[in-house]
């Protein structure tokens, strides 16, 4: 069993929907990671917590330490959010990483 | 401010062959860890290098080493190259010491295809 559970594995979106991805983790943490990574590769930090809900722009994101569940919002969807969105959460030493989300935001 | 830079990025090797993958940090960062994505999958830890040591290890075999080097940059090493070793190779840049613990910086990544 994984450490990190995300949720859906693939998601397709119109243009302008709400969208919310659902991570589960089972380990203690010190912080929670939003990540986003394009075709290609390369890896973006959209947010770090470790309580609450933090937004910047468009997206969201919130975490519930007792449930150990943190959602990732993202409002008016857009096609350049097609991506592949990674939950991690890590500790003092270490990180592990959900599989990921690939979401397309179709116009 | 140059973010984590990896090279090369893409390489085809065969199968039984070595590689080195090479990766230098973000600067003021001091802590280099390394990933394999397989394609469709989250990055995987292999391993973590700080002060010039392998500090923690997932579950990778020992064809798989590294190596930081003084100016905090690193190798990863993979020898007798399997099918199964096709992936992106990531590096991600920290500094230990808290609060810049939890900030891991991401590579590009390096594609390996083993034929």
């Known amino acids: 069993k994984n450490e990190v559970e995300q949720s859906p594995q693939n998601l397709t979106a119109q243009e302008g929907e709400f969208i919310t991805i659902n991570c589960s983790y089972s380990?203690?943490?010190?912080?929670l990671h939003w990540l986003q990574q394009h075709p290609g590769g390369g890896i973006v930090s959209l947010f770090m917590?470790?309580?609450g809900k933090k937004k910047h722009g468009r997206l969201i994101a919130t975490i519930n330490i007792q449930e150990k569940h943190s959602s990732l919002h993202i409002t008016a969807s857009h096609p350049r959010d097609s991506a592949v969105y990674i939950c991690?959460?890590?500790?003092?030493?270490?990180?592990?990483f959900g599989t990921g989300t690939s979401l397309t935001v179709i116009p | 401010d140059a973010g984590v830079t990896q090279s090369p990025t893409h390489l085809i090797k065969t199968r039984g062959q070595q590689v080195t993958l090479r990766c230098s940090p973000k600067?003021?960062?001091?802590?280099v860890s390394w990933y394999q994505q397989a394609l469709g999958q989250g990055p995987q830890f292999i391993f973590q290098y700080y002060e010039e040591e392998e500090r923690q290890r997932g579950n990778f075999p020992d064809r798989f080493s590294g190596h930081q080097f003084p100016n905090y940059s690193s190798e990863l090493n993979v020898n007798a190259l399997l099918l199964g070793d096709s992936a992106l190779y990531l590096c991600?840049?920290?500094?230990?010491?808290?609060?810049?613990?939890?900030?891991?910086?991401f590579g590009a990544g390096s594609r390996l295809t083993v034929l």
């Open positions: 600067s003021g960062h001091d802590t």
């Open positions: 991600a840049s920290s500094l230990m010491t808290a609060p810049g613990a939890n900030v891991l910086t």
């Open positions: 917590l470790s309580s």
């Open positions: 380990v203690g943490i010190s912080a």
């Open positions: 991690a959460v890590s500790r003092v030493d270490q990180f592990y």
